[in-house]
């Protein structure tokens, strides 16, 4: 059943929100999903995190007219990988893949309705688990889970073993 989108454009942005973004929903993603990488875990604190990736037409920078290196730090961990946090609260708003030439967003990082929940999470709502061979916890929902890449790498079925 497909879902209608009420909105062409989704917007997100920092915690204070000084830095903010839109995102086309014409264009659908070129990736959705929950990364259980160690990259992002030690990167963002956190056991795994919602990413998006998108074409660079669907992704823009909403936050004008000062220039983007006045309210963003820049940040170039990997290789060709441009990270964008916000200078006031240190969000972390955004990166541009140099190589791949896309844009990744966080899913946390997107506008709530009055209830707290992501508007139009239908469009936004992530299709796999990827790198979940390093996940800190098991996932116990339907959505696909993969050593790598969604469809591009080996499914993963077993659940962690305990060490103790
Ligand atoms: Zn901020
Ligand atoms: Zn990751």
């Not at 660079?56 to 004008?64: D, G, I, S």
């Not at 990270?83 to 969000?91: D, I, L, P, V």
């Not at 339907?142 to 499914?155: A, D, T």
Request: glycine share 6%; proline share 7%.
């Amino acid at each position: 059943m497909a879902s209608r989108i009420p909105h062409s454009t989704l917007h997100g942005g920092c915690f204070c929100k000084r830095v903010r973004y839109s995102i086309d929903v014409d264009i659908p993603p070129l990736l959705n999903a929950y990364c259980h990488c160690t990259r992002c875990q030690k990167l963002f604190g956190a056991p795994f995190i919602h990413t998006i990736h998108l074409r660079p037409e669907a992704f823009k920078w909403t936050t004008a007219p000062i220039p983007l290196s006045n309210v963003t730090d820049e940040y170039v961990v990997i290789n060709v990988k441009h990270r964008f946090r916000c200078k006031t609260c240190g969000s972390h708003i955004a990166s541009w893949n140099e190589a791949k030439q896309k844009w990744s967003v966080w899913g946390a990082t997107l506008d709530r309705d009055v209830n707290g929940r992501i508007i139009d999470w239908s469009f936004v709502k992530p299709t796999d688990h990827m790198f979940y061979g390093t996940r800190m916890l098991d996932i116990p929902d339907n959505l696909g889970k993969w050593e790598g890449y969604p469809n591009q790498s080996e499914p993963v079925h077993a659940p962690l073993t305990e060490d103790a």
